[in-house]
């Protein structure tokens, strides 16, 4: 009888030990990104995802507590990249477990010598001066951008600020040279070695690296443009993406050519295997989409803007003001020494906050139940509550009882709310859905108004206004302070404040005039009207026509607009210097300045105010007389009735 026996008999024992070295090093990669790398002896690998995700963990730390405006987006892809590192870690160390044991276990058994301490898998293909040169230099910067973020010095929070957009194009744009150089340095490399390969083999040419870099460096240059000319061109690629297809397809056709057709056919000695490049256009297109949700995040503000709403009132469905109206019993709410604001929250109705010769604050209730018989409509007015509490806060919160399908259907409560006449409060209003009206509130300090469906308006107001609302027009006049107004889509008017004011809207108008600070208005779809500005100015709109009427210049201009007709009316005398160009418009002046090279330059007085006007559609400057302004006062008392309807 013969017997099997093993030819080699430390098998079994060499398998045992590989599969324990690759369950240590899995192991350690579990605990810790980049250990079990180094447990494998591939000690540049280690230390680079060691160092990617304290690098990462930094600069989360870093724009997560910064002074400037919080990027919310840029947060969240820092916050993602953390289980990225972690899992990409973990399952690479996997794959090359095996092949660096056997790697090693043929080097022993060879005595090969092992010259290269940090082995690396085939066919990740880089070239052999790139691998201590990439990671000198991923330490040198990444160390430094380490130190900057711990430190967190005042220059680097400025610069990101002002000069972030040219860092992350100039970047890109560098980043796609490199990438173009390398590919054509591998090709030039590699050509004789392609000629050498046997006839009848084949040879694999990736399609795509090519796009892949053109991708980055456009991108890069469009960043670039949209800062230094407050263009919209990278927002404008959410349209044009499929053209990535297009120039794969241009790349696929002009290597085919090259390596089949143009080439002869004496010098054919090899087969050639066009492949996808799949994990080139990949990367890129995802770091494209990670730039483009960080540097765009204003086109998408609204989206951000309902975090700050009622959540769990988004899935509600609102009563409107018919069929049963029902008023609830009238609530007195004692002020006391030490009281100094007034918070009010409403799901589903209007909020009226006027003041009157009362003692106390007194909340009037006017609920509205539809689509309901009577009797079950004075039930569910009865079951939804006004909550309040007292204090140095007042909190006057509506608890409606919801009816209908699955309770979701909110009753409507109007809620009426009377202030004593001789105190001060701060004001934070909030409803989900109504509209907003204070008159004449006095706020120690600020009022803050907040609706997600409705009309805000704001009169003979004393503090620092903040109002905003997702869908509605917003009025503001007569205010002693600041004002600003944001809506995204909605008319925004602001008229008679003594400070600052600051106008945003995405579809609508913007009208402001008697404003004593400083005007900031900012629209994507509308027309905007400033009259009497005496401070700095700064306009700008995508689509549509811009009109300026002043008496005086006190400030610095600047005024811009993509598709549409900008009017100027101001003073021949004063202090200011005017510079304007039109891409395709014509040029109009009364005042004495020079048109030349579709530009508009002139100077009056000392020129101490710089006035900037930039547009692509007709460009008039107009001489102001006083005529004019009986004319815009009228038109503009007609331009307010109508909003306020």
């Not at 993406?241 to 002869?264: H, S, T």
């Not at 540097?295 to 709403?309: E, G, I, K, M």
């Not at 109206?325 to 609530?331: H, L, N, S």
């Not at 109009?588 to 006035?611: A, D, F, Q």
Request: hydrophobic share 40%; charged share 20%.
């Amino acid at each position: 009888m013969q017997m099997n026996i093993d030819p080699n008999p430390k098998r079994p024992k060499r398998r045992l030990q590989r599969n324990w070295h690759k369950f240590i090093a899995g192991l350690l990669s579990a605990l810790f990104p980049g250990l079990g790398h180094i447990y494998l002896g591939l000690y540049i690998k280690g230390l680079t995802f060691i160092f990617l995700l304290l690098l990462d963990l930094t600069a989360l730390l870093y724009f997560s507590s910064i002074g400037i405006q919080i990027n919310v987006p840029l947060i969240i892809l820092l916050s993602l990249v953390i289980p990225v590192i972690y899992f990409i870690n973990i399952y690479d160390v996997l794959q090359l477990a095996d092949w660096v044991l056997m790697k090693k276990r043929r080097i022993q058994t060879a005595g090969e010598p092992s010259e290269d301490s940090s082995i690396l898998r085939p066919g990740i293909g880089f070239m052999g001066w790139e691998r201590g040169l990439s990671f000198g230099m991923l330490l040198i910067f990444g160390g430094g951008l380490m130190v900057l973020f711990v430190q967190k010095p005042r220059w680097l929070e400025l610069y990101l600020a002002q000069y972030g957009l040219y860092a992350v194009g100039a970047a890109l744009v560098i980043a796609g040279l490199l990438l173009l150089n390398r590919e054509l340095i591998l090709s030039l490399t590699f050509k004789k070695r392609r000629m050498n390969k046997s006839a009848g083999s084949y040879l694999k040419i990736r399609i795509g690296r090519y796009t892949a870099s053109i991708l980055l460096i456009v991108v890069g240059i469009l960043l670039i443009i949209d800062k230094v000319y407050q263009t919209e061109y990278v927002f404008s690629l959410v349209n044009y993406w499929p053209f990535i297809l297009v120039i794969w397809g241009i790349e696929f056709i002009i290597a085919f050519l090259l390596n089949q057709v143009l080439r002869p056919k004496a010098k054919r000695k090899s087969r050639y295997r066009f492949r996808p490049d799949f994990k080139g256009i990949l990367s890129a297109s995802v770091m494209i989409c990670c730039i483009f949700i960080v540097t765009q995040q204003d086109h998408y503000a609204h989206l951000w803007n309902r975090v700050s709403l009622n959540l769990s009132a988004a899935s509600l469905d609102y009563s409107e003001a018919a069929d049963n109206q029902i008023e609830k019993e009238m609530i007195s709410i004692p002020v006391e020494m030490e009281t100094g604001a007034v918070v009010v929250e409403n799901v589903n109705g209007d909020i009226r906050i006027n003041r009157g010769d009362v003692e106390s604050v007194v909340v009037k209730t006017i609920a509205w139940v539809d689509q309901v018989e009577p009797v079950e409509a004075q039930a569910i007015a009865d079951a939804s509550e006004i909550n309040t509490q007292e204090g140095k806060t007042i909190q006057i919160a509506a608890d409606p009882q919801g009816y209908g399908s699955e309770s979701k259907r909110q009753p409507r409560m109007n809620l009426t709310i009377t202030i004593p006449d001789d105190r001060r409060f701060d004001l934070q209003v909030r409803t989900s859905n109504g509209s907003v009206y204070l008159d004449r509130p006095e706020a120690i300090s600020s009022i803050d108004v907040e609706s997600g469906n409705g009309k805000i308006y704001i009169h003979n107001a004393i503090g620092d206004v903040q109002a905003k609302t997702l869908n509605g027009n917003i009025s503001v006049a007569d205010v002693i302070g600041s004002a600003v107004l944001n809506t995204n889509r909605g008319d925004l008017r602001a008229e008679g404040v003594t400070g600052s004011v600051d106008l945003t809207t995405l579809v609508g108008r913007i009208q402001a005039s008697d404003i004593v600070g400083d005007i900031t208005g900012s629209t994507r779809n509308g027309n905007i009207t400033v009259n009497e500005p005496v401070a700095k100015l700064r306009l700008e709109t995508l689509n549509g026509a811009v009109q300026v009427h002043t008496n005086q210049i006190g400030g610095d201009w600047d005024i811009y607009s993509a598709v549409g007709d900008i009017l100027l009316t101001i003073p021949e005398t004063g202090d200011y210097e005017v510079s304007g160009s039109s891409t395709y418009g014509n040029l109009n002046v009364e005042l004495p300045y020079t048109i030349e090279n579709r530009m508009i330059t002139g100077v009056s007085g000392t020129g101490e105010h710089k006035v900037q006007v930039e547009g692509n559609s007709d460009i008039t400057i107009q001489r102001s007389t006083l005529e004019d302004e009986t004319s815009r006062e009228n038109t503009e008392t007609n331009r307010t009735n109508q909003m306020l309807q």
